[in-house]
């Protein structure tokens, strides 16, 4: 039974529907035809070159990233800016792109559930943003920490005493720093993100509450196996005979 873009969006909106992105976002249909018969489909969590070679590689013609292209209105279509490249790689391979970015945010389960999962936080609250606050396994903020770098994979920033005990931890992957009162308010004793300005950091320390910085794609990338387990389990549901992969061109953590 052929599957057609069209319908993959409609699988993602199922489980994450578009109507739920933020105003300024630009997620859905980027590229390509609905009516396209999909040979395969690659998870990514940014459009670049390596991902679509990946998908040559691999014979998908669709790619579906966590993070949109586009978000400034252009007026060319030209080679000479990196944008303009990766559109006319897109066109001239007839491979369609689909964004699924604050609409996955903010779904249940969503980014920060994947985040949380990947830190190994229990008894999950949702919070506004689509942030989630948890159980650690760890009781000290620099045992959690060093928990974050191992799943992670990669060096995470500490604002606060590593020997402080924390028993409730906020998670929100990506660029989180706007919110960390969020978090405060709620009792968390530690906030995980992805990026936040020094001054919001120290802001949230001296109101009480620890925070991790650990990197915008690195807080994000456990998402992009929860939304290809996503896809693979609709594509299974109703017998569609395609490939789900997980792009392993990640070039930023």
Known sequence: MPLTVGEVYRAIDAFAPFKNADEWDNAGLLAGDPDWNVTG?????????????????????????????????????REDDAEGRLLCRLVRNDLALIAAHTNFDNASPGVNDALAARLGLR?????????????????????????????LGGPVRMYGEGERRVSRVAVLGGAGGDYA??????????YLTGEIAHHKAWDAYMSGMCVLEAGHAATELPAIHLLADGLQKAANGVKWNVRIYESEAALFR
């Open 123 to 151: 008894a999950l609250v949702e919070l506004p943003e689509g942030m989630r606050m948890g159980i650690p396994e760890e009781q000290t903020l620099g045992a959690f920490r060093e928990r974050a770098e191992k799943a």
């Open 41 to 77: 489909i690659l998870c990514a969590l940014d459009l670049n070159f390596s991902v679509i070679e990946e998908a040559l590689r691999l014979g998908a013609n669709l790619i579906v990233t966590h993070h949109p292209i586009l978000f400034r209105g252009r007026k060319n279509l």
């Open 181 to 190: 009162s969020i978090a405060c308010e709620a009792g968390a004793d530690a």
